[in-house]
């Protein structure tokens, strides 16, 4: 039961063009979203983080919108970078105090320059 | 952000032999850490959580006996595949969690490239 989607499994981007990143849950109990990227061959790193208190958050080219409304959430990347291409994993907790993170299943992302 | 250090990066091994896995935190102290691996093609698979001074709790599926997790200290657990075998090969990768300032952000280490000869 994958409870966070990413229903993309890939998408390409023209450089300098804004990247939007979809993720899907169907807990209603998550209330605290995070966004990570992975190059091939490491660890996720993290990108940004959004409460459920909150319906966007930003820094820097990252932004993240959460409706959840539609269980629905999404990373904006503007503008796009080659060096962003990479696979971008989102996830979720049931509250900031919960331990374990449910991830999505990814998606890889392809600036071309 | 935080850094979380995963040594080695990648090993080789025999079967049959065990391997020992590092991850430690060094800049904040994580009473919790997190052992993952990652199938080709595939998300993280959460194997374990690992609490310090406290026994590991693991997945469904996972077995305790085989993937030995320590977490002696609040910034570092090990990971130990013990009498690996071919089908172990994998990426393993670690967490640590950091909750300092009311946040819960896993910070991820860069990975263990396992190959199981």
């Known amino acids: 039961d994958q409870q966070v989607k990413q229903n993309s499994p890939s998408l390409s981007v023209q450089e300098g063009r804004i990247s939007i990143l979809n993720c899907d849950y169907t807990?209603?109990?998550?209330?605290?979203f995070l966004w990570y990227k992975k190059y091939p061959a490491e660890g996720p790193t993290f990108l940004i983080s959004?409460?459920?208190?909150?319906d966007k958050n930003e820094d820097g080219r990252f932004t993240v919108f959460l409706n959840k409304s539609a269980k629905h959430l999404s990373l904006h990347i503007v503008p796009s970078q080659p060096g962003d291409s990479a696979v971008y994993f989102c996830a979720a907790l049931p509250g900031r105090g919960y331990q374990k993170v449910t991830f999505g299943t990814g998606t890889k992302l392809q600036v071309i320059p | 952000g935080a850094v979380v250090s995963q040594h080695p990066s990648r090993v080789i091994c025999k079967s049959g032999t065990s391997v020992k896995i590092e991850c430690r935190s060094l800049d904040f102290q994580a009473t919790t850490m997190f052992w993952y691996r990652q199938f080709p093609k595939q998300s993280l698979m959460l194997m374990a959580t690992s609490n310090e001074g406290s026994k590991a709790t693991y997945e469904q599926g996972v077995e305790k006996d085989k993937f030995l997790i320590n977490h002696a200290s609040l910034t570092l657990s090990t990971l130990t595949v013990t009498s690996a075998h071919p089908e172990d090969s994998s990426f393993y990768i670690c967490?640590?969690?950091?909750?300092?300032?009311?946040?819960?952000?896993?910070?991820f280490g860069a990975g263990t490239r396992l190959s199981v000869l």
């Open positions: 967490s640590a969690r950091d909750t300092g300032g009311g946040k819960n952000i896993q910070y």
């Open positions: 959004i409460s459920s208190i909150k």
């Open positions: 807990n209603s109990m998550f209330d605290y």
